[in-house]
């Protein structure tokens, strides 16, 4: 069964760094469109932060845009998500998801088609 596997969180102070992977188990994420999502704690889950799209496009939101990057490796079915900078509000849940990118990657889209894994916490304290 494809699914995917987030690892890489922990607790670390403000101003550090953490990369978090993302790992296709079960399929290839050559042809899937790679996101990475948060929830922080009460709170719903946010719309993308950054995705990786099979074509190489990247796109990361504005509210984490010059602190986060995504990049892939489809060699090793493997996305990550570099954090930077990291302050007190990430702290949260982070999840990845694979979405065939026969699909536009709109809301629906994730939730609907997409696989999410199990999510990786991430904490971190000032």
């Known amino acids: 069964q494809a699914r995917v596997e987030e690892s890489g969180g922990g607790l670390v102070q403000s101003g550090d760094s953490l990369r978090l992977s993302c790992v296709a188990r079960?399929?290839?994420?050559?042809?899937?469109?790679i996101g990475w999502f948060r929830q922080a704690p009460g709170k719903q889950r946010e719309g993308v932060l950054c995705?990786?799209?099979?074509?190489?496009?990247?796109y990361c939101s504005d509210s984490v845009k010059g602190r986060f990057t995504i990049s892939r490796d489809d060699a090793e079915e493997t996305v990550y998500l570099q954090m930077n900078s990291l302050e007190v509000g990430d702290t949260a849940v982070y999840y990845c998801?694979?979405?065939?990118?026969?699909?536009?990657?709109?809301?629906?889209?994730?939730?609907?088609?997409?696989?999410w894994g199990q999510g990786t916490q991430v904490t971190v304290s000032s």
């Open positions: 995705k990786s799209g099979s074509d190489g496009s990247t």
């Open positions: 998801n694979a979405l065939d990118e026969d699909y536009y990657d709109d809301e629906e889209s994730w939730n609907k088609y997409g696989a």
């Open positions: 079960g399929f290839s994420l050559g042809s899937f469109t």
